[in-house]
């Protein structure tokens, strides 16, 4: 058994077609696998603080949800990367979704017997399809080459759109599906979150064979062997703690600006008069605009340049802080633009300080790099999610779109910072 796998392993390094037919074939199962990840990651975020509100009957702590699952996906985060490293992103990945979905159905339970004790467990065990769900973005990139690296990683989220979509708009009909089975209606949401990432697990388990990161580390390997003799190596990345840390910074204040400001727009609707719908068509407009760009993003990442978009991240972060600031709170059509705008700030971010961070990493220890990383970005959700509610709670919801706007901005000199380390 060994001997047949070690011969097919020879048969992906000896041949780059091989590897090209891998490389297309990994991206359409990580695609696939991310439609179901965006379905179970928005269902949640859609109605998480709603659930919260309800249950513990006060607006102060109704980031607390997003807070609490952000924070699950931290530790989920360094586990599904730590474990990739060591058994591959098959396993690493499909774990991840499927403890996500186990999180998911305790949190109807919890709303069946109304626990908050179970409810906050639940929902720190659902984070972890979410981290999961921003770590499938590194395995389109195993066996990518530099210039295609950004435009894998948008390949992969651009499906995500498709789920993360539909999931808000389809609050009122698993509200209503909810009700029909004896479930209270807000937990309706998280029935179609608990299926989507245990299918998106199964995917990724059935389907990721042979595992793309052991095929990119045994091809890194041999590729070493010819460098040490001299000749010219495909390996193209080195360990860069810079580059790490530059695009690490990047995803860690887009996820602090974009998580605040989405996770108290449900509830300062509510406040305006906005029904469940209006709340889903708004959080469905940022959702889509987080993950749709994204292939046209993936370009422009790989064409101008990771420190461009890098810019362009925080001007479009600022832009949505102001609009989301003085909008009215009755108008629908400049909250829409608003949170469309912190989608797209946010996918500028996460896309070109991912490529940087693949760029600046190897096979020998990217995973686990990646999910230490992907730590960070959740703990600045998590921080995020929880001040939010404080900060409205203390003064006002155009406050908080201020105040995030502002702080996307120190993007500009983290930039300039990395430029001038250059060589």
């Known amino acids: 058994m060994l001997d047949v796998q070690s011969d097919r ?6 041949s780059s077609e091989k590897q090209k037919w891998l490389y297309k074939r990994t991206l359409f199962i990580i695609s696939i696998s991310q439609i179901f990840g965006g379905a179970g990651l928005a269902a949640g975020v859609t109605v998480g603080a709603l659930l919260a509100q309800q ?5 102060a702590f109704a980031g ?13 985060a360094l586990f599904v990367g730590r474990f990739s490293q060591r058994y591959g992103r098959r396993t690493g990945l499909a774990t991840g979704f499927i403890i996500g979905g186990i999180g998911a159905i305790g949190v109807i339970l919890s709303a069946i017997i109304n626990s908050i004790i179970l409810l906050f467990i639940s929902l720190l065990i659902y984070g972890a399809g979410s981290a999961t769900n921003l770590q499938a973005r590194y395995a389109g990139t195993d066996l990518a080459n530099r210039k295609q690296r950004a435009t894998a990683i948008s390949t992969a989220m651009v499906f995500t759109t498709f789920g993360a979509v539909a999931g808000p708009n389809l609050v009122n009909v698993m509200g209503d599906f909810a009700v029909s089975i004896g479930v209270p209606s807000l ?3 998280f029935i179609l979150a608990a299926t989507a990432y245990i299918l998106a697990g199964v995917v990724l388990f059935v389907m990721l064979r042979p595992d793309p990161l052991m095929i990119a580390r045994s091809i890194e390997a ?3 062997k010819f460098k040490d003799k001299g000749e010219l190596s495909l390996t193209e990345n080195t360990e860069n703690k810079r580059g790490v840390m530059v695009g690490a910074t990047i995803m860690v204040l887009t996820q602090i600006v974009m998580i605040a400001i989405m996770t108290m727009t449900p509830v300062h609707m509510r406040h305006h008069g906005h029904g469940l719908g209006a709340v889903g068509l708004v959080i469905g407009f940022h959702i889509g605009a987080m993950y749709l760009p994204s292939l046209i993003t993936g370009i422009l990442v790989d064409k101008l340049g990771r420190a461009a978009m890098a810019i362009a991240s925080g001007i479009t972060l600022l832009l949505a802080g102001l609009i989301s600031a003085f909008a009215p709170g009755d108008s629908m059509v400049l909250l829409i633009i608003a949170l469309s705008l912190l989608g797209l700030g946010w996918n500028f971010g996460l896309i070109s300080g991912t490529a940087l961070i693949v760029d600046s990493t190897d096979t020998s220890t990217r995973a686990k790099t990646q999910g230490t990383v992907d730590v960070l970005i959740a703990l600045s959700g998590a921080a995020g999610g929880a001040l939010s509610g404080m900060i409205v709670a203390g003064s006002s919801y155009p406050t908080l779109s201020l105040v995030g706007g502002i702080l996307s901005l120190l993007l500009i ?7 001038g380390g250059k060589k």
Do not use: C, E, K
């Open 413 to 419: 000199p983290v930039v300039i910072w990395a430029r």
């Open 187 to 189: 937990a309706g949401p």
């Open 55 to 59: 249950m513990l009957g006060t607006d």
């Open 222 to 224: 041999a590729n070493q």
């Open 9 to 14: 392993l020879q048969s992906y390094m000896n």
């Open 64 to 76: 607390l949800p997003s807070s609490l699952f952000t924070l699950g996906s931290a530790g989920a």
